[in-house]
């Protein structure tokens, strides 16, 4: 049975291996036997790894993104995590939309399942 799943993404991209180990979840998530419907959303400390600045090579999310994008997943940054860290809706990178805290909650809320990194 197909599942709206949420991975949510917390903490910052560098000295942790959080981001790229929940990209690879919901990836496998989204290419699954069921292929579930997968939203990755950065939101806490996790926005700072929605930029565009942040060097995906290096932290292991290029070839996941690519899965996750092929798969229909979405990935979406957190609006009010951004304000609350200083972070600009024009350092988010293109494949990531900026969502609402309204919009934020509903998809958290309506999730199936929850994976926290």
């Known amino acids: 049975m197909k599942r709206d799943v949420v991975v949510l993404l917390t903490r910052a991209p560098y000295g942790r291996v959080h981001i790229p180990e929940g990209l690879r979840a919901a990836r496998g998530v989204a290419a699954g036997f069921d292929m579930h ?56 990178a293109d494949d990531v939309a900026v969502w609402s805290d309204d919009r934020v909650t509903a998809c958290i809320r309506d999730a199936d399942r929850i994976l926290d990194f």
């Open 37 to 92: 419907d997968v939203t990755v959303l950065f939101t806490q400390d996790g926005v700072y790894g929605a930029r565009d600045a942040v060097d995906r090579e290096a932290l292991n999310m290029s070839g996941h993104v690519d899965d996750l994008e092929e798969q229909d997943g979405q990935m979406v940054a957190d609006r009010e995590s951004m304000a609350d860290r200083g972070v600009d809706e024009g350092e988010i």
